[in-house]
T-cell receptor, first 111, second 115 residues
Framework: GQQLNQSPQSMFIQEGEDVSMNCTSSSIFNTWLWYKQEPGEGPVLLIALYKAGELTSNGRLTAQFGITRKDSFLNISASIPSDVGIYFCAGRWSSASKIIFGSGTRLSIRP | DTEVTQTPKHLVMGMTNKKSLKCEQHMGHRAMYWYKQKAKKPPELMFVYSYEKLSINESVPSRFSPECPNSSLLNLHLHALQPEDSALYLC??????????????FGPGTRLLVL
């Protein structure tokens, strides 16, 4: 069946370091979305990507829609304590009627 | 403004109770969604309303009953729930279900505990 894999599952890094996480799909995606969720809150949209090769930034965050349309990455530069949370990728396969979520990347930061 | 509001923020109910969760958006979005999220898991889609009509039901048990009174409101009626239904219930909305309009904006969620 179709699969969406997100990695890494968790990251424990030093404040100020750059962070990178990615998602890969077994099938072509039409849309990639990146969300951040903090405890007890709903996911907050960070970046939305709609075209293969698209590279979009939002402050210290940068995300790209892979050329093959089967992957996407999210980079966070110069991490700060408020970056802590769970980051989810989400997207929709061309044949699907709904978006699905990756399993999430839990980011923890050492001050 | 990309705000989706949900009430209540927390809810505790017994297995014989009837309660409702409410969701509201004023972004002019025509698609609204209910998700269920368990701890340390991604959101799981339950229902989708498109132009006020139910378009997707992900085989959700009938003890969950969605309702879309108008294009801005979405309710989830709960009856005879089980303890395993305890979770964070998230509402989301998008301009439409396909294309660029499918970018979904989430509310803060309702934390439900079933005793």
């Amino acid at each position: 069946g179709q699969q969406l894999n997100q990695s890494p599952q968790s990251m424990f890094i030093q404040e100020g370091e750059d962070v990178s996480m990615n998602c890969t799909s077994s099938s072509i995606f039409n849309t990639w979305l990146w969300y951040k969720q903090e405890p007890g809150e709903g996911p907050v949209l960070l970046i939305a990507l709609y075209k293969a090769g698209e590279l979009t930034s939002n402050g210290r965050l940068t995300a790209q829609f892979g050329i093959t349309r089967k992957d996407s990455f999210l980079n966070i530069s110069a991490s700060i304590p408020s970056d802590v949370g769970i980051y989810f990728c989400a997207g929709r396969w061309s044949s699907a009627s709904k978006i699905i979520f990756g399993s999430g990347t839990r980011l923890s930061i050492r001050p | 403004d990309t705000e989706v509001t949900q009430t209540p923020k927390h809810l505790v109910m017994g297995m014989t109770n009837k309660k409702s969760l409410k969701c509201e958006q004023h972004m002019g979005h025509r698609a609204m969604y209910w998700y269920k999220q368990k701890a340390k898991k991604p959101p799981e889609l339950m229902f989708v309303y498109s132009y006020e009509k139910l378009s997707i039901n992900e085989s959700v048990p009938s003890r969950f009953s969605p309702e879309c009174p108008n294009s801005s409101l979405l309710n989830l009626h709960l009856h005879a729930l089980q303890p395993e239904d305890s979770a964070l219930y998230l509402c989301a909305s998008s301009q439409e279900r396909r294309g660029q309009g499918e970018t979904q904006y989430f509310g803060p969620g309702t934390r439900l505990l079933v005793l």
